[in-house]
């Protein structure tokens, strides 16, 4: 594996793990403001970053590589209303995207294809993530001040 490829994928370790810290600490406001679905929604988000990192981790090692942690550097979020936290992850979810893209490109430009092909899974996933984030936004958005239609929402995210 060429080093450029390596490195990107490091990189991504790490943002999967941070991506996590995000949904965790968005996960504990919501659950300090009582949107308790939404909160287990994040917390269920955080646990699938970490299956991230794990993917990463494994890919590298099977191509007999080494994966490298790197110091992960948490935002500090004071959130209490559930539509900051969706528009705060649509935000996140975009970044990944691009992180995403930007890797499947360095592996195509080295002639990587087995990493090329692995990245075709986060590829489809962010199609899903985004949409979904934007679904959610767009929800609390249509709730405004509603407390009755935060707390369907809430409801509803917290079955899925």
Not at 32 to 39: L, Q, T
Not at 52 to 70: G, N, S, T, V
Not at 118 to 144: C, K, P, R, S, Y
Request: a negative charge.
């Amino acid at each position: 594996m060429k080093k450029e490829v390596l490195n990107a994928l490091n990189e991504q370790i790490n943002f999967e793990l941070y991506s996590g810290y995000i949904y965790l600490n968005l996960s504990i406001a919501m659950e300090r403001e009582n949107y308790k679905g939404y909160a287990k929604w994040l917390a269920n988000h955080y646990k699938e970053e970490l299956a991230h990192a794990d993917q990463f981790i494994e890919f590298i090692q099977k191509r007999d590589a080494k994966p490298e942690l790197m110091p992960i550097e948490m935002k500090k979020f004071d959130v209490k209303e559930p539509l900051e936290v969706a528009k705060i992850i649509l935000d996140h979810e975009k970044k990944v995207t691009e992180r995403i893209y930007k890797i499947h490109d360095v592996a195509k430009k080295s002639d990587d294809y087995a990493t090329e092909i692995f990245m075709h899974q986060f590829i489809n996933e962010q199609i899903e993530e985004e949409e979904l984030a934007l679904d959610i936004v767009d929800n609390f958005t249509l709730a405004g001040d509603n407390i009755a239609a935060k707390i369907t929402i809430d409801r509803e995210l917290g079955s899925k």
